[in-house]
């Protein structure tokens, strides 16, 4: 399904304006989740205004063609993808034959020049991947130079059991900058705060787009807004407990973030100092005393998705982290239910990610 907006004759029209030529682009996925890596990419394409056509999807994979993919947007999507390992643009897909290998290959030429070097992501246990290294190697180093050191350009295998997908990187996301996030490295931190790559995620999901307003009403300290902030959002904070807003405000500013607001209110009050928001991300309490005040957890949800709905602009995403399936319905009675991801936090706590719009 071509996509902007939803609407096909968009995407064939602007083409068509623009004589640009169609390439294909590989996105490998981490596999760390069923669905939040395919989600994440699909929402950030949408973000940075790429128009795309998705040819094939799986765990493993996400292929797109698009036009309108520049070095610059490629870049842009680095640079707030969590759940990804690299941007390919991609030469061919195949069978994981040697033989289909060798054929697709030769007649899959890199226009680009400079030396190369050839990294493999083998994900099967039944494909030999040095073979197909081997073959690649024999045919795309015929007349270049081989560089394991700093080449000029690095050819991806990426293998799975059923295919092989082979492509040139453009990208590598830096995974690293998460675990250099994590809540026992910031200034002020509760043992309960999502993962940054997690809370990463969540953001993406909303498709904030640089400098538009986020909100997040149950900030806690700040791991949301950190995400935000990072890609260049605009954001707002608000929580019930005003050592929580002190402790965001010092991990906001430990991070350099400046472009912030933070509101100690409860959630029927926040409206009263925010005007109309492009997208709000949180992550509902999980229903201990301590974190609804003694308020009975539906009812907590209920006027929060209410109060929600109110500040969130039309046609804007509402990304919310609920305790259990059955909330989910509560905010269908506000907003329209675009998806959800189910996510298995541990052995007794599994959370649900709902997306929703205005």
């Known amino acids: 399904m071509f996509r902007l907006g939803g609407d096909k004759n968009n995407f ?36 940075e205004d790429i128009l795309y056509n998705v040819i094939e999807s799986n765990e493993d994979v996400l292929v797109i063609e ?48 400079g030396s190369i070097e050839i990294r493999c992501n083998n994900r099967s246990k039944t ?35 059923l295919r092989v997908y082979v492509g040139l990187k453009k990208a590598e996301i830096n995974r690293s900058q998460f675990e250099e996030r994590k809540v026992q490295y910031r200034p002020f931190f509760s043992p309960i705060s999502l993962h940054p790559r997690l809370a990463r995620t969540l953001v993406n999901l909303s498709m904030i787009k640089r400098d538009e307003i986020l909100l ?30 002190e402790g965001c405000r010092q991990n906001l500013d430990h991070y350099r973030l400046r472009d912030y607001r933070l509101f100690c209110c409860d959630i029927g009050d926040i409206i009263k100092y925010v005007g109309q928001v492009d997208a709000v991300v949180t992550d509902l309490p999980y229903g201990k005393s301590t974190t609804t005040k003694g308020e009975d957890i539906k009812q907590l949800y209920r006027r929060a998705f209410k109060n929600i709905s109110m500040m969130l602009k039309r ?7 609920l305790s259990n399936r059955d909330m989910m319905v509560l905010g269908c009675q506000c907003f329209s239910l675009v998806e959800y ?11 649900y990610f709902a997306v929703y719009q205005n």
């Not at 046609?315 to 982290?321: K, L, P, S, T, Y």
């Open 315 to 321: 046609g804007g995403r509402a990304v919310i982290g």
């Open 341 to 351: 991801h189910v996510f298995r936090v541990h052995r007794s706590l599994t959370r």
């Open 12 to 47: 064939k029209k602007f083409f068509k304006q623009q004589k640009l030529v169609s390439m294909k682009y590989l996105f490998e996925l981490s596999k760390e989740h069923k669905t939040l890596p395919t989600a994440e990419v699909l929402s950030c394409l949408k973000a």
């Open 127 to 161: 494909v030999d991947s040095q073979k197909i290294i081997r073959e690649l190697g024999e045919i795309y180093s015929r007349d270049r130079t081989v560089d394991l050191t700093k080449p000029d350009l690095t050819l991806r295998v990426s293998v799975t059991k």
């Open 216 to 245: 997040d009403p149950f900030c806690g300290t700040g791991g949301i807004l950190i995400e935000a902030g990072l890609i260049g959002a605009e954001t707002i904070g608000g929580d019930i407990d005003d050592r929580m807003i």
């Open 66 to 113: 698009s036009k309108n993919m520049t070095d610059y947007k490629i870049k842009r999507l680095a640079d707030r993808l969590s759940m990804t390992f690299f941007v390919d643009k991609l030469l061919f897909s195949s069978p994981p034959s040697i033989d289909e290998i060798r054929r697709h290959a030769s007649k899959h030429r890199i226009e680009e020049d």
